[in-house]
């Protein structure tokens, strides 16, 4: 079983930004940032594979970043001009051949 930790949530305001890290017990998974907000389904925001190709969710795109550092097994994910509709817990996972694994989610709160 992977384990992923992640880390950088908080609170910012309307136009902050944010860097989320998720370290992860192994390699060459592609890792995927979720969110959830309150009273929603949890949905894909960001993933990256292990040659870094990247896929974005349309409400993100031109705002947030995702990255990895496959020699730290870590991957990041950079958030700018961040809105209200941001909020939600965010969520790590890594998936390979089939199988997936998730971190335990840290809270991003965008409110002035």
């Known amino acids: 079983q992977v384990q992923l930790v992640e880390s950088g949530g908080g609170l910012v305001q309307p136009g902050g930004s944010l860097r989320l890290s998720c370290a992860a017990s192994g390699s060459g998974f592609t890792m995927g940032w979720y969110r959830q907000a309150p009273g929603k389904q949890r949905e894909l925001v960001a993933s990256?594979?292990?040659?870094?190709?990247?896929n974005y969710a349309d409400s993100v795109k031109g705002r947030f970043i995702i990255s990895r550092d496959n020699t730290k097994n870590t991957a990041y994910l950079q958030m700018n001009s961040l809105k209200p509709e941001d909020t939600a817990v965010y969520y790590c996972?890594?998936?390979?051949?089939?199988?997936?694994?998730w971190g335990q989610g840290t809270q991003v709160t965008v409110s002035s």
């Open positions: 996972n890594a998936y390979w051949g089939g199988m997936s694994s």
């Open positions: 990256i594979n292990s040659g870094g190709a990247t």
